[in-house]
């Protein structure tokens, strides 16, 4: 099975460790029958793909399951839903179908929230930052510090003005499109670079959500769902992937894998 789940509120702060846990507790606590590894260590067969970092909110989370029976997709969500935490939503399962969901999350979609920017400021940051060939940016990564360019893997960048005048105080919120590529480029990464190219400094905590991720249209500048291809699958009575398989990792007897990509 393939879940979309969101992080929100307080949960933004939970490390990808953190929501690991959280989920097998809930799989327990939901009698969701979940098949395991081999071993004398068994762990329950989940998979995750292309987490969120630390301290963002995000509406577009996946993992996968492989269970031991075949379970309804939308009881396992309800069910699933219900043992989860306040700030963990479930909100889409789906039968997962040919082909590996890593693969379809090409992109994401974020909304950064920069508090006591103008709106106007912001505009001229992200004018300059599209027009720079290449911003290289450092950050600290499993690996040691890395500097890389943070320009080129940015397919969209601009000001929601009409986002922004909701607000009753100085507000500019940006909408960044960003391809998936290695090493991974978040958008903090794109704020630092705002903040070396155009000196934009916000003054106060910025806010990061992700809204979705998935595969990039460049022709209309949107991301289309990555469960869109299994729940077409499941309704067209094709084949599926069978309880007992699951990803690669999963048949190999692994069990709980860590996105090969923080986004």
């Known amino acids: 099975m393939r879940v979309r ?34 071993g004398f260590s068994p762990h329950p067969k989940i998979s995750y793909t292309g987490a969120a970092p630390t301290g963002v909110a ?5 993992c996968e399951l492989t269970l031991a ?3 309804d997709p939308e009881r396992l ?32 979609e974020w909304r950064i929230e920069l508090p006591g920017v103008d709106p106007d400021d912001a505009a001229a940051a992200v004018a300059a930052f599209l027009a720079a060939e290449r911003i290289e940016v450092e950050r600290l990564t499993k690996k040691g510090r890395r500097r890389f360019d943070a320009r080129s893997p940015v397919f969209l ?13 100085t507000y500019a919120i940006l909408r960044l499109i960003v391809r998936h590529t290695t090493p991974v480029v978040r958008p903090d990464d794109v704020v630092t670079g705002l903040r070396q190219i155009a000196d934009l400094a916000p003054p ?16 209309s500048g949107t991301i289309a769902d990555p469960l869109a291809a299994d729940n077409a699958a499941s309704e067209s009575g094709a084949t599926v992937v069978s309880a007992h398989a699951g990803s690669a990792s999963a048949r190999s007897g692994s069990g709980n894998v860590s996105a090969p990509q923080g986004l």
Not at 9 to 21: L, T
Not at 58 to 62: G, I, K, V
């Open 5 to 38: 789940y969101a992080k929100r509120h307080r949960m933004r702060f939970a490390s990808h460790r953190d929501i690991a846990r959280v989920l097998e507790r809930a799989l327990r606590r939901a009698q969701v029958p979940v098949a395991f590894s081999a």
């Open 58 to 62: 995000s509406e577009a989370e996946y």
């Open 204 to 219: 106060s905590s910025t806010k990061m959500t992700r809204l979705a991720q998935g595969p990039l249209d460049e022709d």
């Open 69 to 71: 029976e075949p379970m």
């Open 157 to 169: 960048l601009d000001v929601d003005r009409r986002a922004a005048t909701e607000q009753q105080e």
């Open 77 to 108: 969500r309800e069910r699933l839903d219900e043992a989860m935490p306040e700030g963990i939503d479930i909100l889409t399962v789906a039968p997962a179908a040919a082909g590996g969901l890593a693969d379809r999350l090409e992109a994401s």
